[in-house]
């Protein structure tokens, strides 16, 4: 079983959709769950973090950490076509390096 | 740039070729870090270094070498070993429990 597992997608939804990303875990010492955006021929840039459990709002974006079902998610609200990207996440212990999922490609039309 | 600068942009490399990325930050920190980006791949790591004159092997480290020889400075140099080294290169600076910033990327391609 892979550490980290998420949907390469692509997923495609129409502008003003609420949009639902997902990443499931295996190590129950995660402790420290990120969301990177990327943008095509750019790096990842971080858009969320949170620590434990629970959940993190930032403007249309919320991240939702179950260490119990060991399942993070990302939701994006009235998404738009500048939201069209490639959304990682990434894990980590502290006590280790990153540990990222492969990504989920979502493309938001006008 | 976030702090974080690699160049060139854009890197040909001819077969039996070594070619050096570079990456350079200008905010002080400890942890450095190479990946590797290739389509449906995700990111996987080739080196990283916690400390100036140390660094490890991360998970596909086989035909690449590093050096931290100063704290701000940590090139990658593709050795004529790695076989298929056309890919997206990019480094990384540890932000202690806050992740990484990331470069921009090297892409690199094999003539």
């Known amino acids: 079983q892979k550490e980290v597992e998420q949907d390469p997608g692509p997923l495609s939804v129409p502008e003003g959709a609420i949009v639902s990303l997902n990443c499931t875990y295996s190590n129950s010492a995660f402790q420290y769950f990120m969301w990177y955006r990327q943008y095509s021929r750019k790096g990842p840039e971080l858009l969320m973090y949170t620590y434990s459990s629970g959940n993190k709002e930032d403007g249309r974006f919320t991240a939702q950490v179950d260490k119990s079902s060991k399942y993070i998610s990302l939701f994006i609200r009235d998404s738009q076509p500048s939201d069209s990207a490639t959304y990682l996440c990434a894990i980590t212990s502290g006590y280790s390096t990153l540990t990222f999922g492969k990504g989920t490609m979502l493309l938001v039309s006008p | 740039d976030g702090g974080i600068t690699q160049s060139p942009k854009y890197l040909f490399r001819k077969e039996g070729q070594n070619v050096t990325l570079s990456c350079e930050q200008n905010l002080n920190h400890d942890a450095m870090y190479w990946y590797r980006q290739d389509p449906g791949q995700g990111l996987r790591l080739i080196y990283y270094?916690?400390?100036?004159?140390?660094?490890q092997k991360g998970d596909i480290a086989e035909g690449y070498s590093v050096s931290r020889e100063k704290k701000e400075s940590f090139p990658l140099t593709v050795t004529s070993a790695q076989k298929n080294p056309t890919a997206f290169y990019l480094c990384a600076r540890g932000e202690g429990d806050y992740g990484y910033t990331f470069g921009s990327g090297t892409r690199l391609t094999v003539v």
């Open positions: 270094s916690q400390i100036v004159n140390d660094f």
